[in-house]
């Protein structure tokens, strides 16, 4: 079991590395093309690679599934994913919206927030908060502060976006935490992306000068956001969920934001300063502070992955099973990030 979740782990850190550097992308795309034209090619993109997964597992199942049963599997999670889709879609255009005036690193701490919003709302449900969780907030505002607030008591129109839409990733994880447990976490992912596509189309048109222009130029970033950090980094967390203990989970998941900032000083040469440094480690504390509470409460047989929050990012069948995807997301993914 010690192999497994060896690999596990790094396969969730692989995922969070892709999330990270996702933001990069996402920060060189901002230049070239619309919020929603990026988003809608790029969810497409990712929708592509996991209906691609799911048919290999398909084939190359000892047991295949009857097609009854998969096309059941396909109806049960339409309604969710597309509400799942419809959160992905506002959270992903509001982050991308901010990709063009804020730092990668800070665009990438500042979206983390989500996870410590998760638990925060889940205690105004009814569920019983903790210790944990109030630290993490503290630790997590006093972060944000120090990040997104200048010296002059001031915030840019682009870190706003960013807090607005960690709202949004936090509703779409509910959705996915609500409805997921039963659901096929790659078909429910494929819904969702579909969704996320198709709505920001006609998005695209209303409000871009430039609808579907400069793809050509920002063909890279949008094949790593859709190919590498909406579909491979996706699939690498289902994978790696399955082996990984909660607490290993929330803490690579952190790990996110960290690579997030270590990309756009590596490859866009950008420096949050000692303030912003200060601020992201506050935040990066807050969330493993926040989601070590949460595991610590969870108590799931050994074959149930644990729920971890992403970007980025930013979701049964015998397959798979769902999780809380971020991201960019990821994730996400985080979020897809």
């Known amino acids: 079991m010690s192999g497994r979740?060896?690999?596990?782990?790094?396969?969730?850190?692989?995922?969070?590395?892709?999330?990270?550097?996702?933001f990069v992308a996402q920060r060189i795309g901002a230049q070239y093309v619309g919020p929603f034209t990026f988003n809608s090619v790029r969810f497409a993109l990712g929708a592509l690679v996991v209906v691609a997964i799911i048919a290999w597992r398909g084939l190359t199942a000892r047991h295949p599934v009857a097609r009854a049963k998969r096309r059941q599997a396909w109806r049960d999670v339409l309604g969710p994913g597309i509400a799942a889709g419809v959160f992905l879609t506002v959270a992903s255009a509001l982050q991308q919206g901010a990709m063009s005036s804020v730092p990668a690193g800070n665009a990438a701490f500042i979206t983390g927030l989500y996870m410590v919003f998760v638990p925060v709302i889940a205690a105004f449900r009814g569920h019983r908060s903790s210790v944990s969780t109030v630290l993490g907030v503290v630790s997590s505002v006093i972060g944000l502060y120090l990040i997104?607030?200048?010296?002059?008591?001031t915030i840019g129109f682009g870190e706003v976006l960013l807090i607005i839409s960690t709202l949004a990733w936090t509703g779409q994880i509910l959705v996915i935490d609500?409805?997921?447990?039963?659901l096929s976490a790659l078909r429910f992912a494929v819904v969702q992306f579909v969704t996320c596509s198709v709505l920001?189309?006609?998005?695209?048109?209303?409000?871009?000068?430039?609808?579907?222009?400069?793809?050509?130029?920002?063909?890279?970033?949008?094949?790593?956001?859709?190919?590498?950090s909406v579909g491979i980094a996706f699939t690498l967390q289902v994978v790696g969920?399955?082996?990984?203990?909660?607490?290993?989970?929330s803490l690579i998941m952190a790990m996110e934001s960290v690579f997030g900032a270590l990309g756009g000083a590596l490859i866009l040469g950008e420096s949050m300063g000692l303030?912003?440094?200060?601020?992201?480690?506050?935040?990066?504390?807050?969330?493993v502070i926040s989601q070590l509470g949460v595991a610590a409460r969870t108590v799931r047989p050994p074959e149930t992955p644990p729920k971890a929050g992403s970007s980025g990012p930013q979701a049964g069948v015998a397959e798979e099973t769902p999780h809380e995807a971020g991201k960019s997301g990821p994730s996400a993914g985080s979020s897809p990030g």
Request: positive net charge; aromatic residues 10%.
């Open 5 to 22: 979740r060896t690999r596990a782990n790094l396969l969730l850190l692989l995922a969070s590395a892709i999330w990270g550097f996702a």
């Open 148 to 153: 997104a607030v200048t010296d002059a008591f």
């Open 178 to 182: 609500h409805y997921g447990g039963r």
């Open 200 to 228: 920001s189309a006609p998005a695209a048109f209303v409000t871009e000068p430039h609808p579907f222009g400069g793809i050509d130029q920002a063909l890279v970033p949008i094949l790593y956001g859709g190919l590498l």
């Open 241 to 249: 969920q399955r082996d990984a203990l909660a607490t290993h989970a």
């Open 275 to 287: 303030r912003g440094y200060l601020g992201a480690a506050l935040m990066v504390a807050g969330v």
